[in-house]
């Protein structure tokens, strides 16, 4: 089976290490739109726009899957995308919803999601989390994450004092934390470090590996090909992800 993997840069292949692990493809095409990141500043329509386009970049692949790691247009374009796409397209939301869902029972627990911007104002998150009952949830979005993880910060003080800009007023330590942006699994350790190690972290990748197999998706091949592509720099981006996927 085939998979196009779409992120609005390099973040998704937080997700496309999940998938690698998990053996579901042979082959994945990965877009970054490496171009025009970051999508969590910018408005829906821009965000419905662009994701189209991506569409169009993967149109000569015949993908039996398209999933997209991207939390900010999982949040805003998916019905768009699925009215013009021939395959399955899968998103990153439901998916986490789903593994806190399997994680998590007690529904009184206090749930931090952290997003872009555009994913925080949409309330997808919270929103689905309440219709299944977690009324204890709060949502910070932490876009900050977003250039520390392209630059590398992935540790150290700096870092450490950007976790504490945005999480120094929580007033309940949060039992498990919805890590709702494709960038922050890259942070995931100095993130669970900051709540003592006490926290549950969902992480997309992981839920969408969980969500596939959910569906019966079970293809395991020994090998997955992986090819890199994205809208600026091809080069630069394989560069970064072979970092990324080292880690
Ligand atoms: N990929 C985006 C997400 O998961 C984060 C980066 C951006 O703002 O485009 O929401």
Known sequence: MRAGIFDSGIGGVSVLKSLMDSKIFAEMIYYGDTARVPYGSKDKETIIKYSLEALEFFAPFELDYLVVACNTVSAYALESMRAKASYPIIGVVDSGVLALQNALQDKDSPILIIATQATTVSQVYPLALNNLGYHNTTSIATPLFVPFVEE???????LHQCLHHYFKDLQTPPKAIILGCTHYPFIAQEIKSYFKGETLLIHSGEAIVEYLRSQGIYDIHHQTQVEFFSSENS?????????LLAL
């Open 152 to 158: 590398g910060i992935l540790e150290g003080e700096f």
């Open 235 to 243: 080069e630069k981006l394989k560069l970064i992800a072979q970092k």
